[in-house]
């Protein structure tokens, strides 16, 4: 393949993925590492990429860039369904579980309405209204005060205070990026604080995300791979980011989104 078809290439997987990591492009296009840096380096110089460690991605995706929740509501619905449905067989009646904001939350939040009784604790509006028509009477949702974030989060002083109190006997959690190098990231450092006292609070903790996550970098670290028992994802996620979870992280659970 010429070098502008390689860069084509390049920047198309840039724009379905938000991000792009040498190793991987090596081995997609069949050339060398420095062939593809190379490659890198006439995208960047034209503005059409920007470098990060191992790799790049696109202009504007800068690691405090926190899209709405009714912007990723529509984005990968299959795979959030098909990872929601896997998610939903871990939960029996009686548990105490954690949902934290997020779109993949909310379709689990969904599934998880018709199992009754639970007790639910939550930091995020959407998943908390999923629950308040559906829920049954012996199902009890507790939702946590904060100021509340682009993505529909309750998050800061108040709800981290309120977390430190519970005790969850399994908490879902949604995350912005996984990267092997800084683990699971979120764009807002409230967020991530609030988030970081979910995890806290669980016995065990799943990651829920969908593989457009992989290589996307938030500006804080939730948690490092080996402080997350089980991740939840689609067979979109490339082979070589599935090692390094099944390496890293205590169960790696992989789903299609074709049924």
């Known amino acids: 393949m010429l070098p502008q078809g ?71 619905e299959p795979e959030k369904e098909a990872i929601a449905r896997e998610a939903a067989t871990l939960v029996t009646p009686g548990l105490a579980i954690g949902l934290s904001a997020g779109t993949t939350t909310w379709r689990l939040a969904r599934a998880l309405s018709l199992v009754s009784p639970l007790t639910v604790v939550t930091n995020s509006v959407q998943v908390a209204s999923v629950f308040y028509p559906a829920a049954e009477a012996t199902t009890q949702v507790l939702l946590t005060g904060g100021e509340r974030t682009p993505s529909d989060a309750l998050v800061g002083p108040i709800a981290i205070s309120a977390l430190r109190q519970l005790h969850l006997d399994i908490l879902f959690l949604g995350v912005h990026g996984m990267d092997e190098n800084v683990g699971f990231t979120t764009p807002n450092l409230l967020e991530a604080e609030t988030d970081r006292a979910l995890v806290a609070s669980a016995r065990r903790t799943v990651v829920v995300a969908d593989h457009t996550k992989w290589n996307t970098i938030g500006i804080s670290t939730i948690a490092e791979f ?32 074709r049924g």
């Open 226 to 257: 080996d402080a997350v028992d089980v991740v939840i994802t689609d067979d979109g996620l490339p082979a070589y980011a599935q090692g390094v979870l099944r390496d890293r992280v205590g169960e790696l659970r992989v789903v299609s989104a």
């Open 6 to 76: 390689r860069q084509s290439a390049i920047l198309a997987r840039a724009r379905d993925d938000g991000a792009v990591r040498v190793t991987e492009l090596a081995t997609l296009l069949d050339v060398s590492e420095m062939t593809v840096r190379r490659d890198i380096d006439v995208l960047v110089s034209g503005g059409q990429l920007v470098r990060v460690h191992g790799g790049a991605m696109l202009p504007g995706s800068a690691s405090t860039d926190e899209p709405g929740f009714e912007r990723k509501l529509t984005r990968e």
